[in-house]
């Protein structure tokens, strides 16, 4: 049988593994195996390449993902054949939806091996299917000049990072040995990526009354900047989701920015005001008010604007879609534009009095997730990364989570929502973050991943956790089946695990917070901020109270605004 050669191989690997780190990658996410070996090793010599070692390539990934996001930079996998690589699945399928660069490198045993029934071994050719922006198999590693390896690493983050960002795969063909030698291959000449292309942008339309929408978008200081400008200039208000991080900075003070349109887009008031022009920007916003609003108004003109190919048009709308990065988007066609002052001047007062009728509301409330978020909105210190569980937890940021001049970075998995891989997500934010992080989350999104969570200790990153425990999926409650006394709905929807979280916290060695009162979390937090460490604070809620505060915030905004 054909043998490897292994110098070969060692060779043409460092060369990709370099040209890796020419391009812009910094991290490698490794989890063991044996026919990985000559890429665990070959990434693990590589000088200007930090790694991490994750058990379980579920939990590897997401990290990865949650790294990519906190850094902007593209993040490499490396794993075994067979189903080691199949766990990388809803990491990737995440970061195809929300524009994520990784390389996802999976070794696989060469040609003659394949459909024999060799051991772990399976099917990896297009495994991912349609959710890569690339796949490729390169012949069996070592059989080709090291110069070829690195065209290959040049073109794959170029694939990952440029145009519409994503995933890309390559599946490559190891023989054995697979031991690399101990002997340094001779060093390679490297490539320059080219500079992106410049897409056409067109030109804003020139109406004084338009909104500028903002969905779940990872958006650094300067973003912000570019499109809070944008939003001076037309004197256009900027709706924004909570995973935008919009609302929060000191863009805040120039332009417009509204945290409470989950309230205000439910009022006659925000139908008498439907705008001419809305332009979304990057994933569909959280908010279901807004999509029920946009359904009833019909705006004539709906422009999305979105590097990763999103779109996002559930209801046929949209008029215009523009392929380019929103925040270059918005630099671009920042020019002198007609205002409205009254335009903006009645949006203002709009939010001003939600804001005021839910504060009202909140003050009387029983303990619930409302509260938690205005502990967490007024505690956190700025640049915090606050990353956010979906299910309530991102609802509760989206309906409870007022603006201000405090920076902080918010991250969700909004591409396809998935309850999956949370803690490892914020555990790579955390690894990619300089400031404190925290993850908000539910009580079963972190039981889902309790694999990253085991991880937390030994991949030595700083996380504060605070879970919001009602025993199960509070969300169902919001769901009409709830009220129907002929369907189990707490055995079948709401699932309650009956389990006590505080166990969690000896297995990784967190600091441990049982609350029940608000004063409780808000000491909780001073402990837990800034002191490097885990720290788990477990927060005892009723999933009705929540849903039932949600419901009257909204009613009690209406009635104020359409009074
Ligand atoms: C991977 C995955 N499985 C299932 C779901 C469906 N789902 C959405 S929310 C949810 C319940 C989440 O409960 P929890 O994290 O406790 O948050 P809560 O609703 O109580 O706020 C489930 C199972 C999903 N989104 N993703």
């Known amino acids: 049988m054909t043998a490897s050669n292994p110098l070969a191989v060692h060779a043409s690997l460092r060369a990709f593994f370099a040209q890796l780190v020419a391009s812009g990658v910094q991290h490698v996410a490794l989890s063991p195996g044996s026919r990985s070996t000559p890429l665990t090793v070959a990434a693990d010599q590589t000088p200007g390449l930090d790694v991490s070692i994750h058990l379980d390539e579920r939990a590897g990934s997401f990290f990865a993902l949650g790294l990519a996001r906190a850094t902007k930079q593209p993040v490499a996998l490396v794993c075994t054949s067979g189903t080691a690589a199949a766990n990388y699945l809803p990491a990737v399928i995440e970061a195809f939806h929300s524009g994520v660069p990784l390389l996802v490198l999976t070794a696989d045993r060469p040609p003659e091996l394949q459909s024999r029934g060799a051991p772990q071994t399976i099917d990896q050719v297009e495994l991912f299917g349609t959710h890569v922006r690339w796949f490729h198999q390169p012949a069996v590693a070592g059989t080709e000049h090291p110069s070829e390896a690195v065209a290959l690493a040049a073109a794959a983050v170029q694939l990952a990072t440029q145009e519409t960002p994503g995933p890309v795969h390559l599946n490559w063909p190891l023989r054995e040995p697979l031991e690399p030698p101990p002997e340094e291959p001779e060093p390679v000449a490297l490539l320059t990526t080219p500079p992106a292309q410049v897409h056409p942008c067109p030109p804003l339309p020139n109406c004084p009354h338009g909104l500028l929408v903002v969905g779940p978008l990872d958006l650094d200081t300067q ?67 807004y999509r029920l609003w946009l359904d009833r108004t019909r705006p ?19 008029t215009e879609r523009i392929d380019l990065a929103p925040a270059d988007w918005a630099a671009r066609v920042t020019v002198a534009h007609t205002k409205d002052l009254s335009w903006s001047q009645a949006w203002q007062e709009a939010e001003r009095t939600a804001v005021a009728a839910v504060a009202d509301l909140s003050a009387h409330a029983p303990f619930s997730n409302p509260a938690v978020v205005e502990v967490l909105g007024a505690q956190l ?23 201000g001049p405090k920076p902080l970075q918010v991250y969700a998995n909004r591409g396809t929502n998935g309850i999956d891989g949370q803690v490892s997500t914020a555990l790579g934010v955390a690894a990619g973050h300089e400031e404190s992080t925290v993850f908000f989350t539910g009580d079963l999104t972190l039981l889902h991943d309790l694999s990253g969570w085991s991880a937390a200790r030994r991949l030595g990153v700083d996380l504060t956790v605070v879970v919001v425990d009602n025993n199960g999926g509070g969300i169902f409650s919001f769901l009409p089946i709830a009220g129907q006394n002929h369907v189990d709905h707490r055995r079948l929807f709401h699932t309650p695990h009956d389990l006590d979280l505080a166990h969690l916290a000896p297995l990784v060695g967190a600091n441990y917070h049982r609350i029940s009162h608000r004063q409780g979390l808000e000491e909780a937090l001073a402990m837990s901020l800034g002191h490097p460490g885990l720290h788990l604070i477990h927060v005892l809620v009723d999933a009705v109270d929540n849903i039932d505060l949600h419901r009257k915030a909204s009613a009690a905004a209406v009635e104020a605004l359409d009074r």
Request: aromatic share 4%; charged share 15%; hydrophobic share 45%.
């Open 223 to 289: 973003e912000k900047e570019a499109i809070a400008a944008l939003a001076q200039a037309t004197g256009w208000p900027i709706i924004a989701d909570p995973a935008s991080s919009l609302r929060h900075g000191p863009h805040t003070n120039k332009a417009l920015v509204l945290s409470a349109s989950e309230h205000i887009f439910r009022s006659a008031w925000a139908d008498q005001h439907a705008p001419e022009v809305v332009v979304q920007l990057g994933a569909l916003p959280t908010s279901k008010a």
């Open 300 to 318: 004539a003109q709906i422009i999305t604007v979105d590097h990763a190919g999103r779109h996002p048009d559930p209801l046929l709308l949209v």
């Open 381 to 403: 210190s700025a640049q915090t990364a606050l990353v956010v569980g979906n299910s309530m937890p991102i609802r509760d940021l989206d309906a409870f989570l007022p603006t």
